[in-house]
């Protein structure tokens, strides 16, 4: 048997980009995935005809143009902006902070008087601390940003995002808190932004066009454990930890779970993201997936709607990995078991599993477009 250059283990966006990229540089790669689908966490599952964001909603945003101009010479992207809303408790704010959440909070209308309004409570927050640095999280966005957002907006949903008091989070989680002097609801400061026409299942189709896929197949209980006897290379996506056996222990992850319902009718909130910001509600967003890729008259024309609301939770054995723990411990763990990863030769570690590392899709794809092994 003839073996393949690449065996990649993972078919996200690291994965399939380095199977296309590998692919048009005439090498053969084998793709294996433990999950019965191909993309990652991109994947969607179609429902009512609605492309439902499976693992969380993605939102491609980038300023680089080289992989803008990559990923829609695979497939097309709409014009989709992300502009979320805020909800605490029935009252409604436009995000990410601008002049518009200005108006909302205190009625201000000009960017002298949203400033002014901005200043006196950080003013305010300042002398309360008299002199000493902020010594939690409450405390340093109090400094950042004064206590009428901190109230709505910040304190209740980071309380359910971290499960723990804004007293009890350390204070360098919060380094900046941005505000725009403007009317721009759209969140992202990024040059381009959409989102594949057709859904992510089209990018990573084309992605993975004329390349040996398998789903079905976990790396660590399948024949693929011995890689070698069928590949020159490895191309590893999963857990990091996994791969060493948990040798040092298990890194920590936070997770989101996900309650998917589809409503009887066309329009639930008339937005992609609306945040719940008051502790009232135990979920943090509710993401109806329509507004993605339908617009205008298109939303009605489809009768259904399907919404997911995120609950954020402590990771247990057998969830969903999301988001690393980025603490000291972790941290640590993290760094001894890259050292192991330097000296499999012939392994590519990459990806947010593999890398212990957040990633949005963007810098992902640019990793692998700029990997000179290929
Ligand atoms: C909730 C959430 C929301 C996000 N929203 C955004 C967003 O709006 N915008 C943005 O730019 N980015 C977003 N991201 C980031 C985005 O998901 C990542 O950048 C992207 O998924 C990284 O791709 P990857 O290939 O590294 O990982 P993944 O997509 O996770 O792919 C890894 C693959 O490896 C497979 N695998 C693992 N172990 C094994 C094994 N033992 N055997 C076989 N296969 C295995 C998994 O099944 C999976 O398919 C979000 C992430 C999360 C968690």
């Known amino acids: 048997m003839n073996k393949y250059d690449y065996l990649i283990v993972g078919s996200g966006l690291f994965g399939a980009i380095f199977a296309n990229r590998a692919k048009q540089k005439g090498k053969k790669c084998l793709v294996i995935d433990k999950r019965p689908h191909l993309g990652g966490n991109v994947y969607c599952e179609k429902i009512e005809g609605i492309n439902v964001h499976k693992y969380g909603a993605h ?22 902006t992300n502009s979320p809303i805020a909800n605490y408790k029935g009252e409604l704010y436009n995000l990410p902070f601008n002049m518009n959440t200005f108006y909302q909070m205190w009625g201000v209308t000009t960017p002298e008087e949203a400033k002014a309004k901005i200043e006196e409570q950080k003013a305010e927050a300042a002398k309360r601390l ?16 004064g206590k009428d957002i901190f109230k709505k907006l910040i304190k209740e949903y980071t309380e359910k995002q971290w499960g723990r008091k804004c007293t009890e989070l350390p204070a360098f989680i919060i380094k900046r808190l941005p505000v725009r002097m403007v009317f721009d609801n759209n969140y992202f400061n990024d040059k381009y932004q959409g989102i594949p026409i057709g859904g992510y299942n089209k990018l990573i189709e084309g992605l993975l066009e004329g390349v040996d896929c398998l789903t079905d197949t976990d790396f660590f209980n399948s024949e693929y ?14 857990p990091l930890d996994q791969y060493f056996d948990y ?3 298990k890194l920590n992850w936070r997770t989101v779970r996900f309650e998917t319902e589809t409503k009887d009718c066309p329009n639930y909130q008339g937005n992609a993201v609306v945040n719940y910001t008051s502790r009232e509600e135990p979920y943090t967003r509710i993401i109806e997936h329509k ?9 009605y024309d489809c009768p259904k709607t399907v919404i997911s609301k995120e609950y954020s939770s402590e990771y247990k054995d057998g969830m969903e990995p999301y988001y690393p723990v980025n603490d000291e411990q972790n941290n640590f763990l993290a760094e001894q078991y890259r050292k192991l990863a330097e000296q499999e030769s012939d392994v590519i570690f990459g990806g947010r599993l593999a890398e212990y590392k957040y990633y949005d899709m963007a810098p992902v794809i640019e990793k692998v477009l700029n990997l000179k092994m290929i």
Not at 59 to 80: A, G, L, M, Q
Not at 130 to 145: D, F, H, S
Request: hydrophobic share 35%.
């Open 59 to 80: 939102i491609f945003h980038t300023s680089n143009k080289e992989v803008w101009d990559f990923v829609n010479s695979i497939v097309p992207f709409n014009r989709y």
């Open 130 to 145: 008299n002199g000493r640095e902020p010594q939690n999280l409450e405390e340093q966005a109090l400094v950042l940003i």
């Open 225 to 238: 454990r011995d890689w070698q006897k069928y590949a020159n290379k490895l191309v590893y996506c999963g």
């Open 247 to 249: 040798k040092y222990g």
């Open 291 to 299: 507004h993605f890729e339908m617009f205008g008259q298109e939303v």
